[in-house]
């Protein structure tokens, strides 16, 4: 996702990264760029207008901040405005205190994800201690139903159906199953159309009138696009909701979507879906997700998905690495972490420039990739292992013929090695206070 667009921003500041002094003209050209840039990554026209607006006036006229270089500058700018178009601060969902069960109904069109995000935010919930149940209100699509009871099975969370035809009466039923099976949140599956219909919107009105939700969800399919804004405009006028899910963000998506929804609704987009499994839906950071458009990574996000599957053996681990490098050893127990986190294009996003540096070296991106790191690293002795260094001529040769590799890979392994440590260095210098990476973002 974004990947386009990042590359074209990243571009853009790269190119005035090599002008000591910016003019006027540089200014207009690099906004140029990103206007572009935001128009092919298909953005909302309006959107895009007004934000390159915001970030050129801004950039002439805003105070300059010494401790930063004039592209510095103007990359803090951007990175400003874009995390103000996706909506500044977090947006947690909000619950009701003294309601129970609190209600949250899930809308949007058919095929947009909504099923598997009513799963996802139920297994979310279940995960922060809640007891939800799920509604099977899209009585519609006969397999709706189905579908969640499965989904509900796959994650311990019950599925209310009700007689599955009168959608309203199955929502309503779901409040009282709630309460009998003290459940504290009900999550209502709606039913969706291919496009805005009047039938559809009339049921969810009467559904949202009948169990009065303490949050409306509209699921939209990152994929969208351009049409995005016809669509959550109209949802918005008929049964107004409180905020988005925004879904498929590991696609292609070109993220034009995403980018747009807040500004044409004033909604902020509260999730995003990642992936077709439960656990693939994240809350949304707007200042994180900015900042990995711009290539900056997201070191918080790293942090909290380690700390996932991470023990305390694990993180004392990392700190050493940090501090004094990394052992082959290292590596091996690295990778079959990145496997536990979700594989290496979920981290490759988080980390500053590697998502980039990847692409260029698609050789060593691939998850079969890691199998073969792994079956050389295997064949390494234990001291080889703790200090690579020592990996002569010969022992490489003995390597390869043990592990079932080339000589080459062998090579190349060892290569990438001391590379990751040079980065890691560079990767420490940006965390620490007052590193210039982290006190201009
Ligand atoms: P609904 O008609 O809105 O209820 O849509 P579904 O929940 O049935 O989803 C439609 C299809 O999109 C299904 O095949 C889902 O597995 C898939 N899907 C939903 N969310 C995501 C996501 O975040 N990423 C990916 N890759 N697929 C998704």
Known sequence: M?????????DTFERLRGKGRLTEADINVAMREIRMALLEADVNYRVVKEFVARCKEKCLTAEVLSSLSPAQNVVKVVLDELTVLLGSTDSRLTLAQNRTPNVIMLVGLQGSGKTTAAAKLAYLLKGQGHSPLLAACDTHRPAAADQLETLGGEIGVPVFRGDGKDAVAVASGSIKEAVDRLCDIVIVDTAGRLQIDEEMMEEAVAIKQAVRPDQILMVVDAMTGQDIVNVVTEFANRVDFDGVIMSKLDGDARGGGALSVREVTGKPIKFVSMGEKPDSLEVFHPDRMAKRILGMGDVVGIIEQA????????????ER??????????????????RKMGGLQKLAGMIPGMERAMAQMPQAASDEQLTRIESIIRSMTKEERARPKIINGQRRRRIA??????????????????????MMGKMKGMMQPGAAGKKNR
């Open 321 to 338: 690495m940090l501090r004094e490098g990394f052992t082959m050893d290292d590596l091996l127990s690295q990778m079959q972490q990145i």
């Open 2 to 10: 974004f990947n386009s667009l990042s590359d074209r921003l990243q």
């Open 401 to 422: 013929t043990g592990s079932g590799r080339s000589v080459q890979e062998v090579n190349q392994l060892i290569k990438q090695w001391d590379e990751m440590n040079k």
């Open 307 to 318: 700390q996932k599957v991470a023990n305390e053996q694990q993180v004392a681990d990392a």
